[in-house]
């Protein structure tokens, strides 16, 4: 089906639903939603070149990943948020052009789609403390949504992130209340923004109740199975072992629930795991009674999101800067507990 046996079928002139399908301001959202309706039911899709000729976009998102380092974003979650966002660029007729380049490439990457309009907007990924991108696009002009925050940059510009901070201070003092005191952290990279503010709370959590923050529990690294693992097995071999673990991602858990299976030790008895729970399709924590407790947060849920927020800007240009926070929710399952010595005073007193 082509523009102009759509507009027949509706009855509206033909610009008025090119209007509705691009998202102009001036269309009343009740005629927006009976054209995206009608478009969708006879699997109308505008011709690209077309409405690229007529809007001057490139109706092109950019994503541009560096990968010759260890990087947070090449994993599982990043797939996720990008079928969130995918979900949000095929409704409003954008394509996603994912540029993989060399950790030393990318400035130039920025700059080179840019320059040849090979897209309307970026997203930015995996934001880092001093995120040095954040100048660049600003200079480059562009509208640009981060996924995240960086901590010491001073310029206002749109982002969307968890409130990483409080989800993990929530972690860490769920299992204080458990009676657990030697609590081991199991975080992201150093430099990632995400990690420093998660660590903020966990930190926050323990001076909170005046437990020593000690700096042998604390371990950073990329968030993969192995990691959990490894630094699981590490974390037991101590003269005293944490009672419990705050970890960063179900990914890096489920290497620790296997350490601690080989060990002999049962999770939610012996020891106790809260995850950040990013709902990934791939790793289910599903179920009446979750494997894992955990601080949730949807990352494909961020991904429609960040997505929205760019077409928004890139619809209405010179609108105001967006900045949404998002709040995990804590989930109680299967993998917390008492702490051992608790356990022992509650067994004493049945």
Not at 11 to 22: D, E, I, M
Not at 221 to 235: F, Q
Not at 257 to 263: D, I, K, T
Not at 301 to 318: F, N, Y
Request: glycine share 8%; net charge neutral.
């Amino acid at each position: 089906m082509n523009l102009k046996e759509l507009s027949e079928k509706l009855g509206l002139s033909q610009t008025t639903v090119s209007r509705a399908l691009n998202g102009y301001p001036e269309v009343r959202e009740s005629t927006r939603q009976k054209v995206l309706e009608a478009a969708r039911a006879h699997n109308y899709a505008p011709n690209t070149r077309a409405k690229t000729l007529a809007t001057g976009r490139a109706m092109t998102i950019g994503h541009v990943l560096p990968v010759s380092k260890k990087h947070e974003m090449v994993n599982p979650i990043f797939a996720d948020f990008i079928a969130g966002a995918g979900e949000i660029y095929s409704d409003n007729g954008y394509d996603l052009l994912l540029s993989v380049v060399n950790d030393e490439d990318e400035e130039a990457s920025y700059r080179k789609l840019i320059s040849r309009g090979a897209v309307d907007g970026v997203i930015v990924h995996g934001p880092k403390v001093n995120d040095r991108r954040i100048a660049l696009l600003q200079e480059l002009g562009v509208p640009f949504v981060v996924h995240g925050r960086s901590t010491e940059v001073a310029e206002r510009y749109s982002w969307v992130d968890v409130n990483n901070k409080r989800a993990f201070q929530r972690a860490t003092e769920f299992l204080l209340d458990l009676g657990h005191r030697r609590i081991a952290l199991l975080n992201g990279l150093a430099d990632m923004d995400f990690a420093t503010r998660r660590g903020a709370g966990y930190v926050a959590a323990l001076d909170g109740r005046e437990v020593p923050v000690r700096q042998e529990l604390i371990f950073h690294d990329e968030m993969t199975e192995n990691y959990g693992y490894e630094t699981c097995r590490k974390a037991l071999a101590m003269e005293k072992p944490p009672t419990a673990f705050v970890v960063s991602s179900i990914i890096p858990a489920i290497g620790l629930r296997r350490a601690l299976s080989e060990a002999g030790l049962k999770m939610g008895r012996d020891v106790s795991v809260v995850i950040h729970d990013d709902a990934l399709s791939y790793f289910g924590n599903e179920g009446d009674v979750p494997a894992f407790t955990a601080v949730r947060s949807s990352v494909r849920e961020a991904g429609r999101k960040v997505a929205g927020t760019l077409i928004d800007m890139i619809s209405k240009p010179g609108s105001e800067l967006r900045q949404e926070m998002l709040e995990a929710t804590l989930t109680v399952g299967q993998s917390t507990g008492p702490a051992p010595a608790v356990r022992q005073v509650l067994a004493q007193e049945d």
